[in-house]
């Protein structure tokens, strides 16, 4: 979604960090969904490495 | 008794720790509790308050609990962490049982027709977790500091080859389509449309365009260093490009501190371009005469004054005479009863607003120190212990690593106030409160109880601004009469709360 059309279409959020970030959306009844988000498991480096082998967006 | 507890691997974010660090307090018995990602900065904060960590192992992936309890059964203390951080004792159950996706993928299933990211990720983290959303077509709006200046950039790049944008790091506001996110002041929707890099500046003409029946359709931060050499303007360019475009938007207003010269040219060329009325306020500037479709402030609150000129056809000149009038009425008022001490010290939860007091106060008194001087040779050395006028940003990076931001938490910023009061060298005390979205559900209870506590036969005098609307979810009615029974002197800007406070020492000093 361009930036253009965040602007036409008003936010839908996806929430990773702060739940109170999150609540106030609700709040304000923006559609939004938050990442229950952990640090990676391995090392920095072997994720660089991993995302080497396996393209980009390992999670 | 002082114990700590590991877990291993745990991540939660601050400010759930901090309320569960504040609900184990209200447990009899519980001198202190801490809660604390274990990064470095982190570990040396417990140890200071006394809690033994033993660091081999450690990393900063693991949660640190601290627990300073009177009697038997600590152990059970540390079952109820657990238990609040499994289950927040605040949140809503129907939140509670929300399905939430571990990963930006799994999010995406759930709501796939997202199109912003909201990070608020510690640092080290953050960067990578927007290159992910932006390569998935998410824009991105990253509350996160300690960002990389090389991260910021190729994030930015990345943004606008994919027709993106990326609003930050350290962008902890923004609105669209009149919809708040971060730290945002519940205004009305309307024809103003804002680009910022600063984030209590974006509040505050919000706030004052409010005060004025104003509404802003979009307000996009940037963060900072946006507009510094190394980044180039690049979102700050672009979201104008949007504004510009945008029919409903008939004004376009740009705050910040004055940009690097190559972006300001560039950012005037674009405003120019995009033929419709713009303010400027990028404070600190030398004032400038206006030209054509532009208007130049240096405050904020003038900002919104000449935005509100605009609107209504009015005359813009007369407009900013009227105001300094209004500030000259403030001065006026500045001789108040006895005056223990010398000295002002502003202690501000906004950076912008520190920064703007301290242009004004500067014009009144002088030298003003500060841990983010106006002039690098008034640097503090010791941000704890000011010396002569200083002013303290307490949102600044040196407070807020391994401590939340005392816009979300007020207490630290509370120490300080008291400390401060009890200064004999003290006469005058400058301070903010910034309400709305993001910021702390009852600010200035705990600023009062500072106040009440103070030990001086002459307490200073208190002189603040609540940068607020009346629709915020703090009650600005309430927060403004906690103040005033205390004694505080509310002003009605910023702008005039530094003026008011000034005036009242130079005026000591004449």
């Not at chain 2, 669209?176 to 024809?191: D, H, R, Y």
Request: glycine residues 8%.
């Amino acid at each position: 979604m361009s930036f253009k059309e965040l602007l036409e279409d008003g936010p839908r959020v996806v929430n990773i960090g702060m739940d109170r970030f999150y609540l106030d959306l609700l709040d304000q009844e923006v559609p939004a969904v938050k990442v229950n988000w952990k640090p990676p498991l391995v090392k920095s480096s072997l994720m660089e490495k991993l995302k080497r082998l396996r393209g980009d967006d390992i999670e | 008794m002082k114990r700590i507890e590991v877990v291993k691997g745990e991540y939660y974010d601050s400010v759930t720790l901090m309320m569960v660090a504040k609900e184990l307090k209200k447990i009899q018995g519980v001198g202190d509790a801490a809660l604390n990602m274990a990064t470095e900065a982190n570990v040396s904060i417990m140890r200071a308050a006394g809690f033994e960590v033993e660091t081999d192992s450690l990393s900063p992936d693991d949660l640190l609990i601290g627990i300073d309890f009177e009697g038997e059964g600590i152990e059970k203390l540390f079952d109820t962490a657990r238990s609040y951080l499994a289950r927040p004792p605040w949140r809503k159950e129907e939140i509670e049982a929300e399905y939430s996706p571990v990963t930006l993928s799994g999010a995406l299933t759930v709501l796939p027709e997202s199109n912003l990211a909201l990070i608020s990720l510690p640092g080290r983290y953050a960067a990578a977790e927007a290159m992910k959303a932006l390569k998935r077509g998410l824009n991105v709006m990253l509350y996160s500091d300690n960002v990389s200046i090389e991260d910021e950039v190729e994030l930015k790049q990345f943004a606008e080859k994919n027709d993106l944008i990326v609003m930050g790091p350290d962008c902890g506001t923004a609105v669209i389509n009149g919809k708040g996110l971060g730290f945002s002041n519940v205004c009305p929707t309307g024809p103003i449309g804002i680009v910022a890099a600063s984030g209590t500046g974006l509040q505050e003409v919000m706030v004052q365009l409010s005060r004025r029946n104003l509404g802003v359709k979009h307000a996009i931060g940037t963060g900072g260093r946006d507009v510094t050499s190394s980044v180039g303007g690049i979102s700050f360019l672009r979201a104008i490009k949007e504004l510009a475009d945008d029919s409903e938007i008939s004004i376009i207003v740009a705050v910040g501190k004055p940009p690097a010269p190559e972006v300001r040219k560039k950012i005037l060329e674009s405003l120019r371009e995009a033929g419709k009325q713009s303010v400027i306020c990028f404070m600190g500037d030398a004032p400038r005469k206006d030209e054509g479709s532009l208007y130049y402030s240096t405050q904020l609150e003038e900002c919104a004054v000449v935005v509100e000129a605009l609107h209504e056809g009015g005359d813009v000149t007369l407009a900013r005479e009227k105001l300094r009038t209004e500030y000259a009425k403030v001065s006026g008022k500045s001789s108040t009863g006895e005056l223990s001490g010398r000295y002002l010290r502003g202690l501000f939860t906004g950076g912008t607003l520190c920064y703007e007091a301290q242009y004004i106060a500067q014009s009144y008194i002088n030298p003003i120190y500060g841990n983010a001087p106006l002039r690098k040779d008034l640097k503090l050395e010791n941000s704890l212990k000011p010396v002569g006028h200083s002013f303290i940003d307490y949102g600044e990076d040196e407070f807020t690593q391994g401590r939340l931001h005392p816009m979300i938490d007020p207490t630290f910023r509370a120490e300080q106030l008291k400390k401060q009061s009890e200064d004999s060298s003290v006469a005058v005390i400058l301070f903010d409160v910034v309400l709305g979205y993001g910021s702390a559900e009852n600010p200035c209870s705990d600023l009062v109880e500072a106040i009440r506590s103070v030990k001086r036969d002459i307490k200073p005098v208190y002189v603040a601004y609540v940068c607020g609307t009346d629709r915020d979810p703090q009650d600005i009615e309430k927060q403004r009469s906690l103040l005033e029974s205390v004694g505080v002197i509310v002003c009605e800007s910023n702008a005039r709360a530094a003026t008011l406070a000034a005036n009242i020492l130079s005026r000591k000093e004449r």
